[in-house]
């Protein structure tokens, strides 16, 4: 199962409020996605943006009004919410939230919405005072019990110059939660979690030993997750990515800190993967200032970090939990990750040939060769995030979750 956009047809709500310039991207990147996009416009989002600039981004003609079909194909607001995998109301304004609490049906988008059997996925954004006024409050609050999904909105600067929460978010943190409602939620019912990213070894104020883990594999496998239903905690290194929405997120730095933090957290969890390029040695002694280049060498002793996913292995209750380690390797790939593999007591083991040209460290593909009890499967070499889904894909078809998370539809 893919958890992408392509394909996806998707009909985004447009309202009166200067985020509306913000939806032009929005809608730019759903269009490259291979998303079919139509775009509605209420009468207020027409003096923000021009209907001819959402046109022009998403190639099709944008609804404006009830009465006027025809130039639109003769597509009516139930056509339009009949054909559609979701509904995007974006900015979200104050009246509009008021309208659609109340069922109001006197445009096109609010009768758009009511005719809708298929997710609307609701992102307000206005001043901190309307916002946080207990009437938006309320019918917020009427909105998530229709079945809505309301967005929180960001905390910052506003247009108006005031602070505070009303901004409206950025589109990836958004597209998480517009995807966990339009794919499968075949985890659904799954805690999983996933560590991601180098881990950095200090040796003094500004110096350290690290290793050139992007933290991209591990973060496509935390989306994924949620995407596909799965409630996702995601421990990281100091990584490249930006914190995907919708996961809860534990920052870490040093390997003995990723080690504090998994036990904490793995006792509740169904799944665990463990995508981190964890350091598997620590400076001995950490110096309290810089270190001077008085001398032309320098010795550093350097001490053994603990295996995190080894001593897993040991503690996790493999009826209850699956255990995934990583391993990447350049050479005798299925050798040395069927030894990690049974050396770590692992359900299942996910091999990165960091030898394969265009795949491993840094790169967005990886070539990964997935082993487990009953044998090998090789992936295709593509995108860390399909390879996620790759792997989920995997799991799921070979019966490996466990019953503690039950499935649902
Ligand atoms: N790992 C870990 N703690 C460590 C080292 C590795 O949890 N201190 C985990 C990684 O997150 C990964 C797996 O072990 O899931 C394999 O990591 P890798 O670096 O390939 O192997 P190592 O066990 O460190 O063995 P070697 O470097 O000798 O190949």
Redesign the pocket.
Same mark, same amino acid.
């Given at each position: 199962m893919s958890t992408s956009f392509a394909g996806k047809r998707v009909v985004v709500g447009v309202t009166g409020s200067i985020a509306a310039f913000k939806v032009a991207g929005w809608v730019s990147t759903l269009t490259k996605e291979e998303a079919l996009v139509d775009v509605v416009m209420t009468e207020a989002a027409t003096k923000f943006v021009a209907p001819m600039t959402f046109a022009a981004l998403s190639g099709r003609p944008v609804f404006e009004d009830m009465f006027t079909t025809e130039q639109q194909g003769g597509i009516s607001h139930i056509g339009l919410s009949r054909e559609a995998d979701c509904i995007i109301i974006a900015p979200a304004t104050a009246q509009t939230i008021a309208r659609l609490a109340y069922g109001m049906a006197d445009d096109l988008l609010s009768t758009t919405v009511l005719a809708a059997r298929i997710p609307v996925i609701i992102c307000p954004a206005m001043n901190v005072q309307m916002y946080e006024h207990p009437a938006t409050t309320r019918n917020l609050k009427t909105l998530l019990s229709l079945g809505y999904q309301v967005i929180e909105p960001d905390s910052g600067v506003m247009a108006c110059g005031e602070e505070g929460s009303g901004r409206l978010p950025e589109w990836e943190q958004v597209a998480e939660f517009v995807l966990r409602e339009i794919c499968t939620k075949d985890l659904g019912g799954q805690k999983v979690l996933v560590?991601a990213g180098p881990t950095r070894e200090p040796y003094d104020p500004v110096r350290f030993i690290s290793n050139r883990s992007s933290g991209k594999m591990g973060y496509a496998l935390a989306r994924t997750a949620f995407r596909r239903g799965a409630e996702v905690t995601l421990i990281s290194g100091p990584a490249t990515q930006p914190v995907p929405g919708g996961v809860h997120f534990v920052s870490v730095t040093t %390997?003995v800190e990723?080690?504090k933090a998994v036990m904490d957290h793995f006792q509740d969890k169904s799944i665990i993967v +463990?995508?981190? %390029?964890?350091? @598997?040695f620590r400076c001995a002694k950490q110096f309290d200032q810089k270190i001077k280049k008085d001398s032309s060498s320098l010795i550093m002793e350097l001490e053994?970090?603990? @295996? #995190?996913? +080894? !001593?897993?292995g040991e503690l996790c209750d493999h009826d209850r939990q699956l255990l995934i380690?990583?391993? %990447?390797?350049s050479s005798n790939i299925k050798e !040395?990750g069927r030894k +990690?593999l049974i050396g770590?007591k692992l359900d299942l #083991?996910a091999v990165n040939d960091i030898s394969s040209a265009g795949a491993g460290f840094e790169v967005d593909n990886n070539q990964v060769t997935l082993i487990d009890s009953a044998g090998e499967a090789q992936l295709l070499h593509t995108s860390k995030l399909k390879t996620a889904d790759l792997i989920w894909d995997h799991v799921i078809a070979n019966k490996m979750l466990k019953p503690a998370g039950s499935k649902s539809p």
């Open positions: 560590t %390997a990723m080690y +463990k995508a981190a %390029a964890v350091s @598997d053994q970090n603990p @295996d #995190i996913l +080894k !001593e897993l380690g990583f391993a %990447a390797e !040395e +990690k770590k #083991i």
